[in-house]
């Protein structure tokens, strides 16, 4: 009989306008699946099977490729990583239909925290509004304490959708307990036309900006931040904005640029080792020509991780063969992956340990600030822990709502 | 009532009040504006020559500036790979003259219309197989560097300024070209009547030929300038759609409204944008250029400069 | 009949400019339109087409003139030739070139260009400099004066008549060996229409120019043209000499409305009705 | 029935129906109508000659509100016409077809025909969404009215076929059934036989004489063939450079020096 | 040689204006009715789900598009907009009002779009042709907008999408993510049906015709005593029903959920606007078939090539996907411009004359 296989389903968009995002997503996808066959021959002998589907970021295509490919494989797809809030949105209530586990890391909906009532969903390590009050915590630490950030100017300069206005609440409820004063500055899409909005931010002259850009918008916005001379270090994008993809084009204007992350850039890392030595047979130069190492890139090979580490645990109570989606909700449900496990698998210093709860889809992980020097990204803070008591309270209020509006009661996680 | 307020009366306190910002903002919509007439001029040229609303204007705008930069990357001097991407855009007017245009000889303008969003679709197929999907990064030598004016009040940019200049520039010569020569007069013959126009002898294929050829050069001008500011990538074929409201306030068949309609919306989506988007919430931008344009329209159907629609019995 | 037509054809292929012979055109690819049309158009002379509405006067004209393309008809048997060419092998800017020029039936002006420019279109293919073609402009003014007053007049706001002279000048400044006119006549004043008549006849006088008239006045189409042709429902049903088809009887009751004893009043019509067809 | 003169057919002319006064129509620095008067009886057929661009369009266009005169009036049936929209006149009875035949090419001749009735129509948007049922009835009943049109025109064989296709003369003749089958008081007629050989022009001179004469309808007539006008007008008049030339009884235009000075070249008997 | 209405005799007006004359029409329209009806039996989710409902969907929307530009002839680029009126509509009436029958609520929906539609129709008067379209733009960006920035249109959720509820018809869930996609498949398809039938009826009577007259030439139309203004806001008002129910359903039955960038200029309008030129200006069978073909068409070309075990890269098979696309309607429009519905017409006129070539 043949082996067992776990599927599992990739939607990328290596084509449309947010292509330049896509593209270094899906390779780290594609790698680390291959890596792991390669390297380890699958995951606990059970071979890992993969099949991309373009939705060019259009939610249509999206669901035409969901259906596609959930019933792959010979026990259906392991999870969905849709990589776009929009087609996340719409995915979250078929999870529970197909029994499929989605895994958002980093997007889609925050409240999908709340376990309880989003049984299927998960979107660890952060969600936006845990990322704000980061944020926030930086500009606190760079303004010298909480008590300094009264009276500050703070700007969100946002891509006027469901995703860039996801952090605006959160922002709003942290304006009110710290005293700055907070402007919110739509981009409406694509992005490419920002010359006004910029003028009002060289009128309201801000203390710090903060950015949840997208595509285009993200490197428009770099390049007039240095058309009105803004200083740099004082603008930080969201973990959506600050690829390479997004610096490049700006050229020596984004020197000096930042923008918060929740894991490390660069080719460094053990992972890439592996990566270079077993895929691209140690030619580091067609690696870095599949964008090895950048930081879509390295979030694609962290999001496989995740997964294929949920599928590990998972197999440690289902035993090692093809598994359900079903058994995989299980395994991302009681994920844990301990520093240790990061160091044998070579994400040491890539990515903070992490522990998925029953109630907790999102763990909180710490988020850190990286900075653009012109060719590379570094770390430029220590890893900031979001505020976890002013985000929780908002997203248990938005899941009970609604749990409300779909007629879903919660489980009890005791 | 507040809300009224804060729109019809707050924001003009706001214009007497911070008159610099004002000013700056009917800058950068000016220099802006320049920019979306280049846009519109290559919808204007076809359409004068052939009734044809170009769709894939806008990605020509992307199969050019795709060109030219793909091609640098293989590592041709700028100047190389200009005359080859200007080839590229005389070749690409041959074959659409060739098996396109030539079969749709006096076909109604949504038929036209409908075959050039098939064009639209080859076009950004190709453009993105040949050259990938990733952006791309273009450097022309514009120097961009913010300066001031007025006394430090008001920042302007070395390249917005100069990319206005060149847009300026090409505008200018093209609405000298097609208002001077014979051809302009073929050019508007052939739009009213595509079988009229055949049977007095202008050749169609020239015709055709020569203003795609025109067409393609402007929107590689205008993926240059456009590429250089955001990098090149696919979502340079969106400014098309901000060169629509242009168009139409402008009128379909007019090289100068394209121009005078460019300035308008530029300068007024910006100032709107800064001075009533706050009370409404922001982005308010786009759907503003189409207001504009359709209020416009309420008093000249026909746009600011287009021909006038014959209405006879 | 058909006999004498196809002998004469054959004949006629050497001396005549333009020869038609036995086309047959379909629309659509399924509207059959001619059915085996021959006709010949002399150097130097005037030849009438003479035919009911719909008889296929206009798609014959469009298919010498090789317009029908852009009516999705196309010519699937016979041949066109002029001077010994293959029409469809050339393009309608050749033909203009080589001095073939239509005016089209239903004035098809340029109706956003000025009367002027609209003359000025016509002269688009002559290479002999701006002096020929304003002196060209100017004996266009002079046969009709009504344009040169509405020269400025956007062409879609002038009348109806004022259209069809704009159309006729237009192309007149092409300097035309052979013109193919479809229904000069139509919406024109009386007098204006032998005006344009006499002016047919200058032309071809003092001009030599070759001229194919699809007419539907008979009467003076006839009067002016050496040669007629009468199409019936896609044939050439019977040609001859003008002044032998004027006396024809049939000819003379179906297409100029004198029966026997002379012009009868159209008030009688109404109290018979009558249709006869050959076939 | 009114007393009136009496036509050689025997018809008796009404009252004036229709009355225009000093109309006066420019288009920027074109006189198209200037101070023009005359008006129109019940039952008798008019014709409106002149040379090309004299304003005779122009006057229709006026008279059915698609023109607004600058000074003058028109009434019609004792009320004010000339600032009134087109589709009032049509509601009042005036039809009329088009010099550049004005027909819905991307319709068959009967749905021509057929939107001539629409005036008398009346089912609402939800029965003729169900369409069976008083729909249904009423579009059958307006139906046979059509059909009579078509069979009046005999133009039987071409009911269904796309008027785009048609050749002209038909196409001219299913404008005329258009504006028939809306039973018109007045129609107005914009060169009805131009681009027709003999024996078309006298079907459709027969047709206006079966209207005029079986319905009574008036008819307002622009004509350049000076056969038929002088033939079948009750009366004519004449425009030159948008001012009234003369007016009269055809034997009284055609021998008028100013009429044949400016437009008929030759005198027609 | 067996396509012939030989035989087949009208002998009353009715039967001449029937919507199919001839007998085998009619009894191919009824046999793929029942086939529609019989899909569910067969196709798995992925057609019914990804590809049957969006194609209903999208039918439903181009009839109602093509009834406004096909027929009366009033371009328009507004349809996301409209269709997002219908959404968001539904969205509030069944969240906000317990109890609301589906149906009614989609229908109500449909009666929000009309009258969104005809206040943005109001400019159709004056302005004429592509620059018509410019009013219709207007709408599509500042509808949009507004959905997007103000929150009563979403019940002030922080996500901003909306999301469909789980509702009933006769005990069978028919909305929200629970409701098998059999069932809300049958729900679309009989509303395309019935509102198929509906349009159809429409413009063969006196509406159709007189859209069609305006249209065609709207100056005659106005003075053979058509009210323009009237005439057109009605043509609005449906179009904008039909697309108002078309972004209900598609909500509601087909994706379940979603944010205003759903019903974008490019994804929905341009979209919509392919489907009815490619199928064929007035024509209401065309609408559905042009909506077959651009749904369909990419959806093949996507799959055709690992059908045929070809192992092509993601992006390289998009981009063929593309330029083929690209190709066939280019290529469709030369041959036969008026679309689909015109070549039918022609195939049909061959058949009935076949084997006797004229
Ligand atoms: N584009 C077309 N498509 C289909 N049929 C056409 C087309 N053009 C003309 N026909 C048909 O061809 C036949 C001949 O038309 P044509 O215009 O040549 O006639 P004609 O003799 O010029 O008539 P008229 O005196 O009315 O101008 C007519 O029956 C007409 O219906
Ligand atoms: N809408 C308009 N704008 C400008 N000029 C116009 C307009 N309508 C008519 N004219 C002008 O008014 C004059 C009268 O035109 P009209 O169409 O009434 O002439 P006509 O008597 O019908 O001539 P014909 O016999 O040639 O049809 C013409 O010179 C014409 O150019
Ligand atoms: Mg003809
Ligand atoms: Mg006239």
């Known amino acids: 009989a043949k082996a067992d296989e776990q599927f599992f389903p990739m939607l990328v968009y290596r084509t449309g306008a947010y292509a330049p995002s896509g593209i270094p997503v899906a390779n780290g996808f594609r790698d680390y699946y291959t890596l792991l066959n390669k390297r380890d021959g699958g995951i606990n002998g059970v071979t890992v099977t993969f099949e991309e589907c373009e939705t060019q970021y259009k939610t249509n295509l999206g669901v035409e490729c969901y259906e596609k490919l959930k019933g792959n494989g010979p026990t259906g797809a392991s999870l969905f990583n849709p990589y776009s809030t929009g087609i996340t949105y719409q995915l979250i209530p078929k999870a529970s239909v197909d029994k499929i586990p989605i895994l958002s890391m980093g997007y889609g909906r925050t409240s999908a925290a709340d376990g309880r009532v989003f049984e299927w969903v998960f979107n660890p390590p952060a969600t936006y509004w845990s990322q704000a009050s980061a944020v926030i915590k930086y500009f606190s630490r760079r303004a010298g304490g909480y008590d300094k950030l009264a009276g500050k100017k703070i700007v969100h300069l946002h891509h006027n959708s469901a995703y860039g206005k996801e952090a605006n609440p959160t922002l709003e409820v942290l304006a009110k307990r710290y005293g700055f004063k907070l402007t919110l500055v739509p981009v409406d899409h694509p992005g490419q036309e920002q010359a006004s909005q910029w003028r009002q931010i060289r009128r309201i002259k801000p203390d710090f900006i903060f950015m949840s850009g997208w595509g285009v918008m993200n490197q428009v916005a770099i390049k007039e931040a240095g058309n009105i001379r803004y200083p740099m270090d004082q603008f930080v994008g969201n973990w959506w904005s600050g690829s390479d993809a997004d610096v490049v084009p700006a050229g020596d204007g984004a020197k000096g640029y930042l923008s918060t992350t929740f894991h490390g850039a660069g080719s460094d890392f053990g992972v890439h080792a592996d990566i270079i030595k077993h895929i691209y047979g140690g030619d580091a130069a067609a690696a870095k020509e599949n964008k090895v190492g950048e930081v879509l890139y390295n979030r694609g090979v962290v999001n496989a991780m995740f997964a294929t580490e949920a599928v590990r645990t998972a197999q440690a109570k289902f035993g090692n063969k093809s598994l359900t989606g079903e058994q995989v909700r299980w395994g991302l449900e009681n994920l844990n992956i301990t520093q240790e496990t990061l160091d044998k698998l070579g994400f040491k210093g890539m990515v903070s340990p992490l522990k998925i709860t029953c109630e907790d889809h999102e763990t909180m992980g710490p988020v850190i600030i990286q900075k653009w020097d012109g060719a590379k990204w570094s770390y430029a803070s220590e890893w900031l822990t979001p505020m976890r008591d002013i985000v929780r309270p908002l997203v248990e209020a938005d899941a009970a709502a609604y749990a409300k509006e779909n007629n879903i009661t919660p489980r009890n996680c005791n | 009532m507040e809300f009224l307020e804060s729109i019809l009366v707050t924001p003009f306190i706001e214009i007497w009040e911070s008159p610099y910002y004002f000013i700056e903002l009917v800058l950068v919509g000016l220099s802006t504006g320049v920019l979306y007439s280049l846009v519109a001029l290559g919808f204007v040229l076809i359409f004068k020559a052939s009734g044809m609303f170009n769709f894939a204007q806008g990605a020509m705008v992307l199969f050019a500036a795709l060109t030219l930069v793909g091609l640098m990357e293989h590592g041709l001097p700028l100047w190389a790979a200009l005359i080859l991407s200007v080839a590229t855009m005389v070749g690409l007017a041959f074959l659409v003259e060739r098996f396109m245009l030539r079969h749709l000889v006096n076909q109604e303008g949504l038929i036209l219309f409908m075959a050039t969003i098939g064009l639209n679709f080859i076009l950004e197929g190709t453009g993105q197989l040949m050259w990938g999907s990733d952006v791309k990064r273009l450097e022309i030598g514009i120097p961009d560097q913010p300066f001031d004016i007025l006394g430090g009040k008001v920042l302007l940019n070395t390249f917005d300024v100069t990319a206005a200049f060149i847009g300026a520039l090409l505008v200018i010569t093209l609405a000298v070209f097609f208002q001077k020569t014979p051809m302009g007069r073929a050019l508007r013959a052939v739009a009213d009547d595509h079988q009229a126009a055949l049977s007095v002898g202008i050749p169609l294929k020239t015709i055709w030929i020569a203003v795609w050829t025109i067409a393609g050069i402007v929107a590689l001008v205008a993926g240059i300038v456009w590429g250089a500011k955001s990098g090149v990538q696919f979502s340079l074929s969106l400014i098309a759609l901000k060169a629509l409201p242009v168009l139409i306030l402008g009128g379909f068949t007019s090289v100068p409204g394209a121009i005078v309609g460019g300035l308008i919306i530029g300068v007024g989506e910006k100032v709107a944008e800064g001075f009533w988007g706050p009370a409404l919430g922001g982005a308010i931008e786009n759907w503003f250029a189409y207001m504009l344009a359709l209020a416009f329209l309420v008093f000249r159907p026909q746009g600011l400069f287009g021909e006038k629609i014959i209405e006879r019995v | 009949m058909a006999q004498a037509v196809e002998q004469k054809t054959e004949a006629a292929a050497l001396t005549s400019p333009l020869v038609v012979n036995n086309i047959e055109v379909i629309y659509d690819h399924v509207i059959l339109v001619l059915k085996g049309v021959s006709l010949e158009v002399p150097e130097g002379g005037i030849v009438a087409l003479l035919g009911a509405n719909g008889a296929g006067k206009t798609t014959t004209l469009k298919a010498i003139s090789n317009l029908l393309g852009a009516e999705r008809g196309e010519v699937t048997k016979g041949e066109i030739l002029f001077r010994g060419e293959r029409v469809d092998s050339l393009t309608p800017n050749e033909l203009v070139k080589r001095g073939v020029i239509q005016v089209m039936e239903g004035r098809h002006c340029f109706e956003h260009l000025t009367v002027e420019d609209n003359l000025m279109t016509g002269s688009y293919t002559r290479r002999d400099g701006a002096a020929a073609v304003a002196e060209s402009l100017e004996k266009v003014y002079h046969y009709f004066p009504r344009l040169k007053e509405r020269r400025t007049s956007q062409a879609g706001y002038t009348s109806g008549g004022e259209q069809q002279m704009t159309a006729i000048g237009r192309a007149l400044m092409a300097n035309p060996n052979t013109i193919l006119l479809d229904e000069p006549s139509m919406g024109l004043a009386p007098q204006l229409v032998e005006e344009i008549f006499e002016i047919v006849k200058a032309l071809n006088e003092k001009e030599g120019v070759s001229i194919l008239l699809a007419e539907q006045n008979t009467m003076i189409a006839l009067k002016y043209a050496d040669y007629g042709y009468i199409l019936e429902n896609g044939r050439v049903v019977m040609d001859g000499d003008a002044a032998g088809l004027r006396e024809n009887p049939d000819v003379k009751e179906f297409y100029l409305g004198l029966a026997g004893e002379g012009r009868k009043s159209f008030r009688d019509v109404k109290h018979y009705r009558r249709r006869k067809r050959w076939l | 029935m009114p007393d009136g003169p009496q036509t050689p057919t025997g018809r008796v002319i009404g009252d004036v129906i229709m009355k225009v006064e000093n109309v006066s129509l420019s288009f920027g620095g074109v006189r198209a109508l200037d101070n023009v008067s005359f008006d129109v009886r019940e039952h008798e057929i008019l014709a409106i000659i002149g040379p090309n661009g004299a304003g005779k369009s122009s006057m229709l266009n006026c008279i059915n509100g698609f023109y607004h005169p600058q000074e003058g009036a028109i009434t019609y049936k004792g009320k004010r016409r000339d600032t009134a929209k087109p589709y009032e006149a049509a509601e009042e009875g005036i039809a009329r077809t088009f010099q550049n035949i004005a027909l819905f090419k991307g319709m068959s001749t009967l749905d021509n025909i057929m939107t001539g009735r629409g005036l008398k129509m009346k089912r609402n948007l939800f029965w003729q969404a169900l369409y069976y049922g008083p729909a249904l009835k009423e579009e059958l009943e307006h139906r046979a009215k059509a059909e009579e049109v078509i069979d009046f025109l005999e133009i039987e064989a071409i009911r269904k076929t796309p008027v785009g296709r048609l050749p002209y003369g038909l196409q001219k003749r299913v404008e005329l059934g258009r504006a028939l089958a809306a039973e018109p008081d007045l129609l107005l007629l914009d060169e009805p036989m131009a681009g027709m050989n003999h024996e078309e022009k006298e079907d459709m001179v027969r047709y206006i004489l079966d209207v005029n004469d079986e319905y009574g309808t008036t008819i307002v007539l622009i004509e350049h063939d000076m056969s038929v006008v002088m033939d079948i007008s009750d009366r004519v008049v004449v425009l030159d450079y948008g001012k009234k030339l003369a007016a009269g009884t055809p034997d009284e235009v055609k021998r008028n020096q100013d009429v044949i000075d400016a437009y008929l070249g030759v005198s027609h008997d | ?358």
């Open chain 5, 1 to 358: 040689m067996f396509y012939r209405e030989a035989g087949q005799f009208k002998t009353t007006y009715q039967d001449d204006q029937a919507v199919f004359p001839v007998l085998q029409d009619k009894a191919a329209v009824f046999l793929l009715i029942l086939v529609a009806y019989a899909v569910p039996f067969v196709a798995d989710e992925y057609w019914l789900q990804a590809i049957f409902i969006q194609f209903l969907v999208f039918a439903l929307m181009a009839i109602g598009l093509n009834i406004l530009m096909g027929y009366a002839g009033q371009v328009s680029l507004g349809t996301g907009a409209f269709a997002a009126v219908g959404a968001y509509a539904c969205y509030k009436l069944t969240t906000n009002i317990e109890g609301m029958n589906i149906i009614v609520a989609i229908l109500l929906s449909g009666g929000c779009a009309a009258a969104v539609g005809v206040v943005f129709g109001l400019p159709s008067l004056r302005i004429k042709g592509f620059y018509l379209a410019v009013a219709t733009l207007a709408a599509q960006f500042f509808i949009l907008w507004l959905f997007n920035k103000v929150g009563w249109f979403y019940n002030n959720n922080p996500s901003g999408t909306i999301t469909a509820p789980p509702r009933e018809l006769f005990g069978v869930l028919i909305t929200g993510p629970s409701a098998s996609p059999e069932a809300r498949y049958i729900v679309c398809l009989t509303f395309l049906i019935v509102f198929a039938w509906f349009a159809k009826n429409l413009v063969r009577g006196r509406i159709g015709r007189n859209w069609m007259a305006i249209r065609d030439m709207d100056i005659a139309a106005e003075i053979i005593g058509i009210r323009p203004l009237q005439t057109k806001l009605l043509a609005f008002a449906i179009s904008s029903f039909y697309c108002g129910v078309a972004g209900a359903l598609m909500i509601f039955c087909w994706l379940g959920s979603a944010e205003t960038e759903a019903f974008d200029l490019v994804n929905v309008s341009f979209r919509v606007l392919f489907m009815i030129i490619i199928g064929g200006l007035g024509s209401i069978g065309g609408s559905i078939m042009g909506a077959a073909f651009i749904i369909l068409v990419p959806i093949f070309l996507t799959n055709f090539p690992p059908m045929v075990g070809l192992d092509i890269s993601t992006a390289l098979q998009k981009h063929l996907e593309e330029i083929i696309f690209g190709v066939m309607i280019v290529f469709f429009l030369i041959v036969e411009p008026e679309g689909f519905a015109r070549l039918w017409q022609i195939l049909r006129e061959k058949l009935r004359k076949w084997p006797f070539p004229y």
